[in-house]
């Protein structure tokens, strides 16, 4: 703990931080609730997520294992060409909101194909849009955790440090100046006996001498 002056300028000062520290913890404290509930809505999203592209996997696995023998489904039929996201806020913190994707398709011979390849396309995409949602929305809990990690630590900083030290400093000086001024008061008493003393002193002597 740094050495603190045992002034009155002193007093008002930590008085000062003291209040300040005791105005803005509320609202660190609030922002830290949102985020972890931020955070808790991104895992249970994350887990939506990977349920929805398990239910898909399941219905076309089968299909996918066909059509990879034929030599249809090539790691060319479907690429994606652009990932669209739009920027958010939450908490004061910027994070990346998934808005969808633009693909572009192989051409293939409808003639020569089976009839449930357009279908089979449709849901290749819709599970190649749930893994690039999963990365944005993975993205979006590693800045708000980033952010929950630094509001923490201040969080901390102010209920375990700053308030107990400016309050402690408070009592310090409070108990120094009242000291101080205890004393000066007891010296007064006592500068004023000896005056009244010394008067006293003086009459008996002029008394004496009459």
Known sequence: M???KLTKNELKKQKDSLRMYQRYLPTLILKKQQLQAEIRTTEIRLREIKTEKDALDAVFRSW????AERGIFTENLITIVRIETSEGNIAGVPIPIFEGARFRTAPYDLARMPL???LAV???????LLDLEAQVVDEQRRRLEHELRITTQRVNL??????????GNIKKIQVYLGDQQTA????????KR???????GGQAASGGGA
């Open 2 to 4: 740094a050495k603190i």
């Open 64 to 67: 996918i294992a066909v059509f």
């Open 116 to 118: 449930w390849l357009d």
């Open 122 to 128: 449709e849901k290749l995409k819709q599970v190649l």
């Open 158 to 167: 102010f209920e375990k440090i700053k308030i107990p030290e400016a309050r």
């Open 184 to 191: 000066a008061v007891v010296r007064g008493k006592i500068a």
């Open 194 to 200: 000896g005056l009244a003393k010394a008067a006293a």
